[in-house]
């Protein structure tokens, strides 16, 4: 998939890559991460490096519940729960929009996604039979 970045105001970050390869916008400007030199601080970062890696997530995450799933079927299961950023349907900034997993568009959700821009990965499983949280807090 390609991936743009957003802002925390959802539009495009200044930076970002654009054009018809762009299939989904994610957050990548100001994101607040572990700072690699003190564990015990954060640091801001920004760039589609970051944006990248919540796609990735998510993707990894509906393939944990559907191990067998194809390409499409990620793509079905994003479409189905993405927020249009930008001009209505796909775009060259934003594509299809930000994969938004608190969507009820979904029949059966794999994944639970909550969005805030302290963001800290945590992927907490519910229970050995439901699918897990890809959860961003702050």
Do not use: H
Request: aromatic share 14%; with cysteine; hydrophobic share 35%.
């Amino acid at each position: 998939f390609g991936v743009s970045s957003i802002d925390k105001n959802k539009k495009i970050s200044s930076f970002s890559n654009y054009g018809s390869g762009v299939n989904f916008a994610m957050p990548g400007k100001d994101i607040e991460v572990p700072d690699y030199e003190d564990v015990d601080s954060y640091a801001i970062g920004s760039g589609t490096s970051y944006s990248s890696p919540l796609l990735a997530a998510a993707a990894a995450l509906v393939k944990s519940d559907n191990p067998g799933c194809t390409y499409d079927y990620v793509l079905e299961v994003f479409n189905a729960n993405v927020e249009d950023l930008g001009n209505a349907g796909k775009d060259n900034y934003y594509g299809y929009g930000m994969v938004n997993f608190n969507s009820s568009k979904f029949s059966k959700p794999v994944v639970v996604f909550s969005w805030s821009w302290a963001l800290i990965l945590e992927i907490i499983p519910l229970s050995k039979n439901s699918p897990n949280i890809l959860q961003f807090t702050g």
